[in-house]
């Protein structure tokens, strides 16, 4: 192996033009990494310095006068750790039915004995390719008592036909005769699911619940369309929505933290309209930041796969 | 042979009740609400009781009836065709940008850019406006710097200007996805064969002869599914990006039509917004069709 790496390098050499092209290609992508990674830092930094510094847009490149007052400010807000355990649930319970679902009906559309296979399949997977609309939704939802409550961010989006025809596709890749030997020996089809399918399909049910949780923690539009009177429902994203729009309620919010808690506190610590976005947003952000590199595989394997079909 | 027979069907039909909730499921929510384009063609405002319209196409006709109505309806379908058309101008960029990284010999730090590019799409556009906030806001770190440099004097209040709004939104898109839309080409490019640009090199081909010969020729396909699928989307810019991002500053510059269909409903125009909703979708299924055929045509098979 080591061989031919030398022999590769010995064939041709490194004209000046293509040596060029690596160093702006490395420049230009420098600039694009710091301009995706930059903001979180910034936003980090800032969260963590001297509020009063931060305000004033004092602090840019690193930490000044470190200290974690706004995490331990932000949290006691009201609002906040209600709509944290609100978007975990949301997160938690709607992963859960969508990839059981997705595995289940990914399952059943592959058996040969279901009773009109085929119309049930498109029957769901044409869903993917029309909606009736934001009112016609709403009012549906309405109807079915699914405002300002809980189940309305989780049933709707319960069968996702994209996720279903991945589990299928894979179910469909599995060895034919893995089933019918377990049913040869008794099993039914619920039997063959649990014992044989589920084992079998493991990774690419991975793939889906991560894409299905990050949907789950991100959504925003649900909160916003179904969420009327019980604000307790709330999730983080609107929360932090909230916190940025109206800075009017922020000052209050700002007053009483910190008005209260301590006359004393100074300058530096004192919660301000800017440090409480920034912490909000560090709170929101940290989940994702935190799963996203160790399940990258997971994330790239779902866009291959969704290739391949779309 | 006849209770075998039996026996077969009583199993289909047992398995049919084992996914029968889940088809309940996708009844009521997908199917069911098809209903409420209905109200497109009554007069109602909740909590009234609603009544047909008179004439009957009522709400369709009023999105040209005066001529302030005109002026709305024209302005909103500028700004989608606007947006979506420099999105699909500049669909190209996370090829390029694939391409090019893909010329990034050092492992570590190519993994680190795609990494790092790839982490904001998986970020609510809640967080992405906030983070637009925090460091553009008149005390952000764009302004600190900009008036560091001695660049301004006053501070630029971007984010309350209607100024390039349909450019700055296509940055902040662009900001969200290139990196993410990027992976699906390099697994592409990944895909060419090496004994190709081996050869080429062996001939004496510059790296830049190399990408322009072999590396794009060989994922223009996957480019090309993609351009596809963004004209059959191009009506569908979706309203959350929109809807976070706007104020009473910009609201004439950015309203789309996904957030026009929005934003007339919580003012009471039920009707009017379900006559665009299904507007739209008549619209969006066309594409679809026209887009799947043009597929089928080009490359022997349909994205659908």
Redesign the interface.
């Known amino acids: 192996m080591k061989k031919k790496e030398s022999v ?1 390098k010995t ?2 050499k490194v ?1 000046f ?2 040596r060029l ?2 160093v702006v ?2 420049f ?3 600039i ?2 710091f ?3 930059y ?2 830092y ?2 980090f930094i ?1 969260s963590i310095s001297n509020n009063d510094l931060s ?4 602090v ?1 490149f690193w930490p000044r006068e470190i200290h974690f007052n706004n995490y331990v400010q932000t949290l006691g807000l009201e609002a906040l750790p209600n709509a944290f355990k609100v978007s975990v649930a949301r997160t938690v319970i709607g992963t859960i039915f969508t990839v059981v ?1 997705a595995a ?2 990914g399952y ?1 559309f592959t ?1 040969e ?4 296979r085929k119309f ?1 399949f498109r ?2 997977a044409v ?1 993917m ?12 939802m309405a109807k ?1 008592g699914l405002t300002d409550n809980f189940w309305g961010y989780i ?2 989006t ?2 996702a036909p994209f996720y279903i025809i991945l589990c299928k596709t894979f179910v469909e890749s599995v060895p034919k005769e893995l089933q019918s030997a377990a049913e040869i020996d008794g099993a039914g ?2 039997r063959i699911f649990f014992n044989i399918i589920i084992p079998v399909i493991k990774p690419i049910l991975a793939t889906v619940a991560i894409f299905a949780a ?1 949907a789950q ?5 649900d909160n ?1 369309l179904l969420i009327t009177q019980n604000t307790k429902l709330n999730t983080l ?2 929360v ?2 909230n916190y ?1 729009n109206s800075a009017s309620s922020l000052k209050a919010l700002v007053s009483s933290t910190t008005s209260g808690a301590s006359l004393a506190a100074s300058l530096a610590t004192a919660a301000t309209a ?1 440090s409480i ?2 912490t ?2 560090i709170i ?2 940290t989940p ?2 935190l799963v ?2 160790f399940f ?1 595989k997971y ?2 394997k779902g ?2 796969i969704g ?1 391949v079909k ?1 | 042979m006849k209770a075998f027979s039996n026996k ?1 069907k009583l ?6 009740l ?2 029968l909730p ?2 309940i ?2 009844a ?10 209905a ?1 497109a063609f009554y007069d109602y405002v909740p909590p009234n009781q609603p009544t047909v319209a008179d004439p009957i196409f009522k709400w369709f006709q009023k999105l040209f009836s005066n001529e302030v109505q005109i002026k709305n309806t024209v302005r909103v379908l500028r700004n989608t065709f606007a947006i979506s058309g420099i999105n699909l101008l500049c669909s190209w960029f996370p090829m390029i ?1 694939a391409v ?2 893909n ?3 050092c492992r570590p ?1 190519k993994k ?2 795609q ?6 799409n ?6 992405v ?3 637009a ?3 553009f806001s ?4 764009v ?3 900009l008036k560091g440099l001695g660049l301004i004097e006053q501070p630029i209040n971007f984010l309350q200007s209607s100024d390039h709004m349909w450019f700055k939104m296509w940055l902040w898109n662009t ?1 969200k996805n290139a ?2 839309a990027a ?2 080409y390099i ?1 592409a490019i990944t895909g060419i064969d090496e004994e190709m640009t ?1 050869a080429a ?2 001939d ?1 081909a ?3 002869q190399i990408i322009r010969h072999i590396t794009i020729p060989s994922i223009l396909p ?1 480019y090309f ?1 993609l351009v596809m ?1 963004n004209i059959a989307n191009f009506l569908s810019s979706g ?2 990006q929109f ?2 991002f706007q104020n009473s500053f910009n609201t004439d510059a950015i309203e789309v039509l996904d957030l026009y ?2 934003n007339t ?1 919580m003012q009471g125009g ?1 009707s009017l ?2 006559a665009i ?2 507007l ?2 008549i619209v969006s ?1 066309v594409l ?1 069709v026209v887009t799947n055929k043009i597929s089928k045509k080009a490359r022997g098979e349909g ?2």
């Open positions: 590769k064939h041709y004209s033009g293509d092209i690596s290609t490395y230009i992508y420098s694009f990494a301009v995706c990674a903001p979180f910034y936003i800032n305000k004033r847009g004092k840019l679902i289940f009906l059943m058996r004995t279901l009773w009109m049930w029957f769901v869903t390719y029309f909606n009736a609309g934001v009112i016609p939704w709403y009012l549906t079915l049933l709707p319960a069968v089809t619920l990050v923690w991100n959504s925003f539009q916003l994203q609107m932090l929505y940025i800017t976005r920034m909000v947003t929101v952000v994702i930041i996203y590199p990258q994330f790239t866009i291959m290739a779309g | 077969k199993r289909s039909y047992r398995e049919f084992y996914i889940f088809i499921l996708v009521i929510f997908s199917y069911y609400p098809l209903y409420g384009w109200y940008f090019f990284l010329e990034i010999k730090f680190f850019v990494t790092v590019t790839t982490l904001p998986f970020i609510s556009w809640v967080l406006f906030s983070i906030f925090n460091v008149t005390t952000g770190v302004n600190e710097v900001w990196g993410w992976i699906m697994a081996e090199r062996v004496g510059s790296r830049m996957t599914v699928l309203m959350e809807y976070v269909v929005y409903a039920y917004a379900t909703s299904i739209k979708t299924v679809l994205f659908i």
